[in-house]
Nanobody, 116 residues
Framework: QVQLVESGGGLVQAGGSLRLSCAAS????????MAWYRQAPGKQRELVAA???????NYADSVKGRCTISRDNAKNTVYLQMSSLNPEDTAVYYC??????????WGQGTQVTVSS
């Protein structure tokens, strides 16, 4: 059974940093592409960053230059390092298998709140 568990969210002041983690199980982690999404209440979920099995990275324009996605295949974990945070970054952050649509392709989410 596929399971994705996010952690690392919390409260941070504007200009601060957070490192989010997503631990994966039930998959051959080294051969899957992973992504981070975020969603604020009443708004659509949006892609933040993605990383392929080969390590290629892609970012949304809104976070480019402020976020770094990475993966540690030995730990079956994908990370999102966020810096220079602002209140517009406030959302629930989810990790996801890129090429999957089932509910199990998503983690439960971790909340990031940035105060001004």
């Amino acid at each position: 059974q596929v399971q994705l568990v996010e952690s690392g969210g919390g409260l941070v002041q504007a200009g601060g940093s957070l490192r989010l983690s997503c631990a994966a199980s039930g998959i051959n982690f080294r051969v899957v592409d992973m992504a981070w999404y975020r969603q604020a209440p009443g708004k659509q979920r949006e892609l933040v960053a993605a990383i392929t099995r080969a390590g290629s990275m892609n970012y949304a324009d809104s976070v480019k230059g402020r976020c770094t996605i990475s993966r540690d295949n030995a730990k079956n974990t994908v990370y999102l390092q966020m810096s220079s945070l602002n209140p517009e970054d406030t959302a629930v952050y989810y990790c996801k298998l890129v090429y999957a649509s089932a509910a199990s392709a998503w983690g439960q989410g971790t909340q990031v709140t940035v105060s001004s």
